[in-house]
């Protein structure tokens, strides 16, 4: 069975300096491993995904996360945070031995940006 | 582009009242699903359909019932409301299940269930 474990259900950072969200899996098999962001009162949108290709994927707005496999790590990073950057982060894992979907979500982490 | 709609955007019902929660998509996706997002919990899976005519259950599908007859429609129906199921819904397509396959989001709705 798969699961997924976002060590943080909130961070804080100030507006210009460096965003780490943690994401910690496991999985049986080669699994896809996703980011979301949920902005207030939205849907999810897509920031970036990996699908077994390079292990340092770019996503949208300057974020970007390094899949490693010996640590079952997907960390969400970006270099200078922004104000718009305030919303619900999920990290989700794909597999085959997932959900009946095959997806399995985090309980997300609410990243906070102080001005 | 509209992308994945859902409708209403909020709904109050009072327990033991049914209704449907509507979803269409535009972009010709085979996939469709239902999620519940709850505080705390992430989002949970309540039905998915692979294709016009094919449903399955999810993770948390007691007390809701699903239908997919043609692509573009996955509405949700709750068939006698209860507090438990106040929530906030999310209806996602995709061209793919699972594996490799971007979910494209609605906006969500709002059900509060007195």
């Known amino acids: 069975a798969q699961s997924v474990t976002q060590l943080d259900s909130h961070v804080s950072v100030s507006e210009g300096t460096p965003v780490l969200l943690r994401c910690n899996y496991s999985s049986s098999y080669s699994p896809s491993l996703f980011w979301y962001v949920q902005h207030p009162n939205k849907g999810l949108q897509l920031l970036l995904k990996?699908?077994?290709?390079?292990?340092l994927v770019k996503g949208i707005n300057g974020f970007e996360a390094e899949f490693k496999k010996s640590e079952t790590s997907f960390h969400l990073t970006k270099p200078s945070a922004h104000m718009s950057d305030a919303a619900e982060y999920f990290c989700?894992?794909?597999?085959?031995?997932?959900?009946?979907?095959?997806?399995?979500f985090g309980k997300g982490t609410h990243l906070i940006i102080q001005p | 582009n509209a992308g994945v709609t859902q409708t209403p955007k909020f709904q109050v019902l009072k327990t033991g009242q049914s209704m449907t929660l509507q979803c269409a998509q535009d972009?010709?996706?085979?996939?469709m699903s239902w999620y519940r997002q709850d505080p705390g919990m992430g989002l949970r899976l309540i039905h998915y359909?692979?294709?016009?005519?094919?449903?399955d259950q999810g993770e948390v599908p007691n007390g809701y019932n699903v239908s997919r007859s043609t692509t573009e429609d996955f509405p949700l129906r709750l068939l006698s409301a209860a507090p438990s199921q106040t929530s906030v819904y999310f209806c996602?397509?995709?061209?793919?299940?699972?594996?490799?396959?971007?979910?494209?989001f609605g906006e969500g709705s709002r059900l509060t269930v007195l």
């Open positions: 989700v894992v794909s597999d085959l031995g997932g959900g009946a979907d095959g997806l399995t």
């Open positions: 972009m010709n996706h085979e996939y």
């Open positions: 990996y699908t077994s290709a390079a292990t």
């Open positions: 359909s692979v294709g016009a005519g094919i449903t």
């Open positions: 996602a397509s995709s061209y793919s299940r699972g594996n490799t396959g971007e979910l494209f």
